[in-house]
C-alpha cells in the first residue's frame, strides 16, 4: 500500500510559476520511481515528468520540457514538480503516482502506474 498526496496547486497568470509536492507514505520513498501527470476537463489524463528512485534520471514531456523540472527529496519523502513560464495550456489537474517500486523506464502510459494521489488543481490565467 501507497498513499500520495499532492498539494501547492493553485491560480497563477500566463508566464508565472508554480512548484507542487507530493508526499508519500506507506513505503520506503527512496524506492519508490515516481511520475507526474496531468488531466485537463475533457482530455485524457497525460504524462508529464517521471522521475527515478536516486533522482539521478528524469524524463519530462516535449510539451513541458524547459519549462518544467521535476526533482525529489527522499529525506523528506517528497517529489517536486516546478512548473516556470506557465502556460493556459498547462491547466489541469495534476496527479503523481507510481508503481510501487524502484525500476525507472520513463513510462508515459496511465496503465504503468498502480497508485495515484487525489490530484491538486492548477489554474493558469491568461
Known amino acids: 500500500q501507497v498513499q500520495l498526496v499532492e498539494s501547492g496547486g493553485g491560480s497563477v497568470q500566463a508566464g508565472g510559476s508554480l512548484r507542487l509536492s507530493c508526499a508519500a507514505s506507506?513505503?520506503?520513498?527512496?524506492?519508490?520511481?515516481m511520475a507526474w501527470f496531468r488531466q485537463a476537463p475533457g482530455k485524457e489524463r497525460e504524462f508529464v515528468a517521471s522521475?527515478?528512485?536516486?533522482?539521478?534520471?528524469?524524463s519530462h514531456a516535449d510539451s513541458v520540457k524547459g519549462r518544467f523540472t521535476t526533482t525529489r527529496d527522499n529525506a523528506k519523502k517528497t517529489v517536486y514538480l516546478q512548473m516556470n513560464s506557465l502556460k493556459p495550456e498547462d491547466t489541469a489537474v495534476y496527479y503523481c503516482?507510481?508503481?510501487?517500486?524502484?525500476?525507472?523506464?520513463?513510462?508515459?502510459?496511465?496503465?504503468?502506474?498502480?497508485?495515484w494521489g487525489q490530484g491538486t488543481q492548477v489554474t493558469i490565467s491568461s
Open positions: 503516482a507510481t508503481d510501487g517500486h524502484s525500476n525507472f523506464d520513463g513510462a508515459t502510459s496511465v496503465g504503468a502506474y498502480s497508485y
Open positions: 506507506g513505503r520506503t520513498f527512496n524506492n519508490l520511481a
Open positions: 522521475i527515478s528512485a536516486s533522482g539521478a534520471w528524469v
